[in-house]
């Protein structure tokens, strides 16, 4: 799954394991902190990368992270890449602050599978500072739906924004109601992005440049940059969970939108349901 032609990850090399695996073990990795060893550029990415994740399906990337583009500071494009933003994470505020210390909350909290579902639950500590703690679920739930929950506690209210990074040949969108986007290639796959929650607004930037902003871009190669879709779901709460649901279908197939999303809790469970293809589907996760 992270594989390009050449059998390897922009992120390095792919083990040879199955989609789900392979999947989480290079999650997993992400959340963790930077290697010593690491060039400052690469360690300011890879920590604004903590609970980021990267989606392949049909032998083509869908969802992705910018990779490198330059290592000159002073240019918009190395503050872009180098910035939460740029990543599929959830942004607090708009702040694109990155914590550079060690902390016991940026880990991986708890790992497992239910049926055919593996998941995974990390946390960072980079919105300590603005009173938030967040918690991400990660799920693949075989063969083509994947699951992202964050789990948001505060004691005041904030700005919430989740981003979700297509890859530039994405270039066909729809929004059929208020909280799913759909995202398409001529002949290709196509995704379906969608809320288990209202977001209060649904942003698609693409290719922005202006002053010393940047948002939506991709960079194949260094020095070499695409625009392409950041579709943000946005909100406001104190204390919120915002689940949401990713299917992806295959080249010549209509998109396919789940259905009937629902999120509750119980006790010491977080579970979240929704239909697919006539068949119901349900997932349930630690509460932190």
């Known amino acids: 799954m992270f594989e390009d ?21 290079d999650w997993v ?31 083509q990337e869908l969802i ?49 599978a239910q049926g055919n579902t593996p998941w995974v639950q990390a946390s960072h500590a980079h919105y300590g500072p603005l009173g938030v703690s967040l918690v991400r679920t990660f799920a693949f739930a075989k063969p083509d739906t994947f699951v992202v929950i964050d789990h948001l506690q505060s004691s005041a209210r904030h700005q919430y924004a989740q981003h979700f ?12 109601d208020d909280h799913t986007v759909i995202a398409s290639r001529p002949g290709g796959p196509s995704l379906a992005i969608a809320a288990g929650f209202r977001p209060d607004r649904i942003e698609m930037p693409r290719g922005v440049a202006e002053g010393s902003v940047r948002r939506g871009w991709y960079f194949p190669s260094f020095l070499v940059k695409q625009p392409a879709y950041d579709v943000v779901t946005e909100g406001a709460a104190d204390t919120i969970d915002l689940p949401v649901v990713i299917v992806l279908s295959a ?15 119980a006790g010491q469970l977080a579970t979240l349901s929704w239909r697919l293809d006539g068949i119901e589907h349900t997932l349930s996760v630690p509460r932190h």
């Open 165 to 176: 990074h297509l890859h530039p040949d994405l270039e066909h969108l729809e929004t059929p």
């Open 64 to 112: 992705v992270e910018p990779g490198p583009f330059t290592y000159v500071a002073s240019d918009p494009f190395y503050a872009y890449q180098t910035s939460p933003s740029a990543q599929n994470v959830l942004v607090v505020d708009n702040d694109d602050t990155v914590s550079k210390k060690e902390s016991a909350s940026s880990r991986v909290l708890a790992h497992g």
């Open 251 to 265: 080249p010549g197939k209509a998109a396919r939108i789940p259905a009937d999303l629902a999120y509750r809790e």
């Open 5 to 25: 032609d050449a059998g390897t990850s922009r992120h390095g090399d792919a083990e040879k394991l199955d989609d789900g695996a392979a999947l989480l073990a």
């Open 29 to 59: 990795a992400q959340v963790l902190h930077a290697e010593p060893a690491l060039d400052q550029t690469w360690k300011d990415h890879a920590l604004a990368l903590r609970t980021a994740f990267e989606i392949f399906g049909y032998g």
